[in-house]
């Protein structure tokens, strides 16, 4: 049972580039999220999703889009990348959006240069 | 709004010392409360959750939460610390709504 696969585990960009973080769960749940870990801050809530079709925005939500087209996958892109953007990346995924756990992925460190 | 408040930012022990790491959060609603660990280079894991029901609960690892509602508080709780604990720790709400709200953390540091 893989849980949450995120990739790539590192990245280093370019200011301006774009790219799409992958987050995949094969626990078919229902609510997806990513979140951004930056020293001091805890996680941040960027976007999230409780269903296929249905998105919304977190804490953070500037630069990034997110979709998603099945259950299975939630892909995090970042439009054109800032500094402010080097952060370490959570993808998490829970059962439902109230009482359930969330299980994350194993992050995705991004550096923007 | 919600809101979730962990009182230290760094908490160092000595192996075989008590630990109590504050939480307390903001809602005006129901809530379900969480404590996750981060070990270094690791992803979140669930150390314990609340829902309902007995407002004293346990998780792994010897770990244990109080809740008071009268106080908007969670804390997180171990009678004897080990070396191994050394991590950080996240407290979390989730409300029906659909959002979690994770506090800032606390880095635990067990010296042995």
């Known amino acids: 049972n893989a849980g949450v696969t995120q990739t790539p585990k590192f990245q280093v960009l370019k200011t301006g580039q774009s790219m799409t973080l992958q987050c995949a769960q094969d626990m078919n749940h229902e609510y997806m999220s990513w979140y951004r870990q930056d020293p001091g801050m805890g996680l941040r809530l960027i976007h999230y999703s409780v269903g296929a079709g249905i998105t919304d925005q977190g804490e953070v939500p500037n630069g990034y889009n997110v979709s998603r087209s099945t259950t299975e996958d939630f892909p995090l892109r970042l439009l054109s990348a800032a500094p402010s953007q080097t952060s370490v990346y959570f993808c998490a995924s829970s059962k439902n959006r109230g009482q359930a756990e969330a299980f994350f992925g194993q992050g995705t460190r991004l550096t923007v240069v | 709004a919600q809101s979730v408040s962990q009182h230290n930012h760094h908490v160092i022990l000595s192996e075989a010392a008590s630990l109590e790491l504050g939480c307390n959060y903001s809602y005006g609603g129901t809530v379900n409360l969480f404590w996750y660990v981060q070990y270094p280079g690791q992803h979140l894991q669930l150390l314990l959750k609340?829902?309902?029901?007995?407002?004293l609960v346990k998780g792994i690892k010897g770990f244990e939460a109080e809740f008071i509602k009268s106080k908007f508080s969670f804390n997180l709780r171990k009678p004897s610390v080990q070396w191994s604990d050394t991590a950080e720790y996240f407290c979390a709400i989730n409300t029906n709504a659909g959002k979690s709200t994770f506090g800032d953390g606390t880095t635990l540091t067990v010296k042995p």
């Open positions: 609340y829902f309902s029901g007995d407002p």
